[in-house]
C-alpha cells in the first residue's frame, strides 16, 4: 500500500517534472524569439527615476551609464530621488549637475520615507511619457533603454522588465552562485513572457507607462516589494508586461551571506504581501489569476513542502542512525554492516535520477544559449551541481524567514 | 518581435501540454518501478518455492532418518544446510523490505517466509531432542509492520551483532529471524509456549532469551 511519505514525494515528483516539461517546451517552441527585440515606432520621452538611499559610492557610474544610454538626449530626463541620504549621495549628484556635462539631469532631495514613496514623486515630477527605473547601484548596458522602449509599440503594455547580470560576480562564490541565479531568473521570466505572465519587472532596470502608473495609483508605499507589486497591479488592472532578455542591466548583488539573507527575506516577504493583497484575484481574471498566483503560491508550498519532507526524512535517518549507534557502541557490535546499504528504490530513484537530468542539461543548454560563459567546461557543470544541490536548498529556509517576517509584520527593509 | 497575440496564440496549449509530457514520464516510472518491483518480488518468490520444497524434502528426510533409525547426524547437518539456504534467502527478503513498497506483495511474502522460518525452529527443536548437536540455534523474534524510531533502530543493531555472531561461529550457528507481526498463528503457540511475550527478543537454543539489548554482549558466553 502506498504510504503518506510516498504520496508526498510522489505529488512533489509530479509538479517538478510538469514545471520542468513547462519550461523545456516553452524553451523550444520560442527558440528563434527568445533574444529578440522591437524597434520603437517612435522614441517617447523617457524619465529615468534613480532612488538612491546612501550611494554615495556608486550613484556617479549608474548616472554616467544612464546618460550614456543610446538614446535620444532631447528625450531623456535624469531624476535622482534622493532619499533622505546621510552620506554624500546628495553631493556627488549636485556636483555632476553643476558640472553641466550631464543633460537633463536633476535632483530632489526629500526627507527618508521608503523606495515607493520616492519613486511616486519622481513620477509626479517626470515629464516623460515612460519612466524608467534604474536601482543606484545598477549599470544598463547602452543599447538596453531602446530595445525596452519598442515593447511600448503596444498601446496595452505597461511595464517591460530587463535582463539583469551580477557586476561583481567574479568577487566571492556567493556572488557566482547569485550571478548563476540571476541568469536562470531572467531565462524563465523571459519564458514567462511567452504566456503573457511576467509577474516582477526588476528594480535595477524596468520600464513603465507613466499613464498607466498613474492609472493604478502609483508605487504602494506599504509594499516592501513596490517592483511586485507595481508589476502584480499591472495585471490586475488588464496591463500587458513583457520582459526583454537583450536589454541588459549589471547590477551588485550581496557578497556576504546575511545582506543576501536579508535581502531575499525581503523579497519573500514582498512576495507574500502581494499574494495578500491580490488573494481575491485567484482563479480569476484571465492569465493574473490563472496562471501567475497560483504559479507564485505554488512555488512557495512546493519549496516549503520538500523541506519539510527533507527534513524529515533526514532527521529520522539521523535519528535511527544516532539511537543505533548508541545501541551497536553498548553492545560493542559493528556500527554499520553493508546489508544496511540500500539503493533499491527503483520508483524513487528514476524520478529523481531524470529529473536531476533533465534540469542539468536543460541548465547547461540555458546557460549556453545565453552565453553565461564562453564555453561548456567542467568547472561550469560543478559549480551547476553546485548550485542545485546547495544554494537551491537554502531557498526553503529564506521562505521560512520570509513568513516570520511577513507574520510579525516587520515590513522594513 | 512577435506580436503578444500571435505569441500567445502559439503558446495557450503549453499547460495541458506540459501536463501530457509529465504525466508520459510519471507513469512510465510507475510503471517501471512497479515492473521492477513485481521482477524482484518473483526472484524472491522462485526462491521461496526452493526453500519450501527443500523444507519438505527436509521433513521428510527427518521423518525418515528417525523412522529406520538412521544416523541423527544427517538429520542435524541437513538442518544447517537448509537453514543457512534459508536464511541467505531472507537477507535479501530484508533488503527488498527497506524499500519503499508500491504493493502488498513483499509483505505477504515475508509473511510465508516466517512461517517457512517458523517450521525450521518447530523442527530444530525436534531434532535437538532426537539427536544431540553441537549447533546452535538462535531464534530472533522482531517487529516487521508497525515499527517505532527506537524500535527500529534497536533491532538494527541486535540485527547487526547477530549477523557478527554467525559470522564469527558460522555453521555452528542456525540464525532463525522471524517477525511476529505477520500473523503466523503457530509462531503465536511457540511464543506461548516458550513465555515469550516481549519484542525485540533473542532465544538461544530455547533456554535463555534476551529481551535487554544490554545482556546481548554476552550471547557468546551462552552458545555451545
Redesign the interface.
Known sequence: ??DVI?LVY?SL??IA??????FI??TF??NK?LM???RPRKFYSVSVLIPAYNEQDSIKETIEHVANLDYPKNKLEIIVVNDGSKDKTREVVEKMIRSKKYFNLKIINKKNSGKADSLNQGVEMAKGELIAVVDSDSFPSPSSLYKLV??FN?K?MGAVTSFVTVRNKNQNILTRLQSLEYMLIGWSRKLL????SVYVTNGPLSVYRKQFILNVGGFDKQSITEDIDITWNMLYHGY?T?MCLDARVSTITPYKFKPWFRQRMRWGAGGLQALQKYRKMFFKRGIFGY?VMPFVSLSILVSLVSFIFSMYLLL?AI??????I???I?????II?L??I?L?????I??LV?LFICSTTYYHYVLQTARYEENLNLKRFLFLILYMLVYLALYPVVWFASIYKYVKGDFRW | ????SK??S???Y??I???L??SV??LT??F???F??KA?VDSVREFYVDSETGLSDFELSSQIIYDFNLNCSFAIEKSIYFADQIYKES?QL???D?????T?DVISLHRRYDLLRTLLWKNMIQNKEKCSTSANTIVYLYDYIDTS??T???Q??????L??VKGEYGEKVILIPIATDTNVEALSILREYYDLDKVPIVIVNEKYQFDN??D??NIRDYLI
Not at chain 2, 98 to 102: C, E, L, R, Y
Not at chain 2, 156 to 161: E, H
Open positions: 500500500m502506498v510516498t510522489l515528483m509530479f517534472l510538469y514545471m520542468l516539461a513547462f517546451i516553452l517552441r520560442n524569439e529578440t527585440y522591437e519598442g515593447y503596444n496595452e513572457d511567452f504566456i503573457n500587458k513583457s496562471f529520522k535519528s535511527a542512525k544516532t539511537l543505533s548508541g545501541y551497536s553498548a553492545l560493542s557490535s559493528s554492516h546489508q544496511e540500500n533499491s528504490q527503483p520508483i524513487m528514476f524520478f531524470i | 518581435m512577435v506580436e503578444k505569441k500567445w502559439r503558446n495557450k503549453i499547460f501540454e506540459a501536463l509530457v509529465a514520464i510519471f516510472g510507475i517501471l518501478g512497479s521492477y518491483e524482484r537477507r530484508e533488503k527488498y527497506s524499500a519503499n513498497k508500491f502488498n524510531l527506537t527500529q533502530s534497536m538494527t543493531s541486535i540485527s547487526n551483532i549477523l557478527d539489548i544490554e546481548l554482549k
